[in-house]
């Protein structure tokens, strides 16, 4: 029998986690089934536990459940434990649920190794205090910035989030309204892009400011803003997505997929050229 894995989530439909993990395991010559399953917001725990019984070996969590997926965890990575949310589940033989978090790893691989940005003693603008946002802080800090500046519509989020973080580098937090300019990269994290925050932001945007949106797709609505407020460098959220897969594919299966040729094909499918 095939070891079998799953996404979670609500709604479920458009996501390519099956699509990108059937390439991995046919990369690294193995054999695994993986599910798409939409799961009615208030049955988490119960499909976890039932998929658990089935003998399933592991899940990706996505929106709206990276939270509940930490409470269930009986088990956490360290850097679950940051973000204080899970998108990874492996089921242990001993019967432990342990829960990790590889978006932030995967963001920073894409943009290091990807896009070649670099972080040392640049200034980052991150947009957005919700749980992608605390997945990535740490990473970002780690890299050496000169300063990382977090707003959010929710200011008093933003404000606690600088505070959590303040150990691992300079950190601070502003509102939309209180924005200056001289950022070096703009990381879009929020999940709703709006007039009210386009409106702050346009005087920030220049020809040297690197925007990346953790959303992806051949025009999100973030970097089709930004192109038209004059930036000329961009990427959005597929390699990320290609990359917290592989960690996660890594975390279950002990071998690491080549992501390149998964991004390209991930991209061929989402028809962006
Ligand atoms: N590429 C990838 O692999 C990947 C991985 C993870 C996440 N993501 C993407 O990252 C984004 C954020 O995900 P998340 O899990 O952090 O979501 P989340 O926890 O729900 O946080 C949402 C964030 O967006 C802000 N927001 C929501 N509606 C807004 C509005 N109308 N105007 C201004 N701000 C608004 C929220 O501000 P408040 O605090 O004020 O509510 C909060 O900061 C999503 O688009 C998700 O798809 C991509």
Request: glycine share 6%; proline share 3%.
């Amino acid at each position: 029998m095939k070891d079998t894995y799953a996404v979670f989530g609500n709604p479920i439909s458009h996501s390519l986690s099956p699509f990108i993990h059937q390439e991995f395991a046919k990369q690294t010559n193995q054999e695994i089934d993986y599910l798409k399953i939409e799961v009615p917001p208030d049955q988490f725990t119960e499909h976890v536990q039932a998929f658990k019984k089935a003998h399933g070996k592991g899940l990706n969590i996505t929106a709206p459940f990276k939270q509940q997926a930490f409470e269930l965890a009986t088990i956490h990575t360290d850097r679950a434990k940051q973000a204080r949310a899970v998108n990874t589940i492996k089921f242990l033989s001993n019967g432990e649920i342990l829960g990790d978090n590889t978006d932030g790893i995967g963001f920073i691989r894409d943009l290091l190794e990807h896009h070649h940005v670099y972080l040392k003693d640049q200034k980052i603008l991150l947009l957005g205090a919700g749980g992608a946002a605390r997945g990535i802080l740490s990473y970002l800090l780690e890299q050496q910035p000169q300063l990382l500046t977090i707003a959010n519509r929710t200011l008093q989020k933003a404000i606690e989030l600088a505070d959590e973080f303040h150990s691992f580098g300079n950190i601070t937090s502003t509102s939309f309204e209180a924005l200056t300019n001289g950022f070096d990269l703009l990381i879009n994290a929020t999940s709703t892009w709006l007039s009210q925050v386009q409106f702050s932001l346009a005087s920030i945007i220049s020809s040297s400011l690197f925007c990346y949106d953790l959303k992806y797709g051949k025009e999100t609505q973030f970097l089709n803003w930004a192109k038209a407020h004059g930036s000329i460098k961009m990427a959005d959220g597929i390699g990320m997505l290609v990359e917290q897969a592989a960690e996660s594919f890594f975390l279950w299966r002990g071998v690491r997929p080549q992501t390149i040729p998964v991004i390209k094909l991930c991209k061929k499918k989402l028809h962006y050229s």
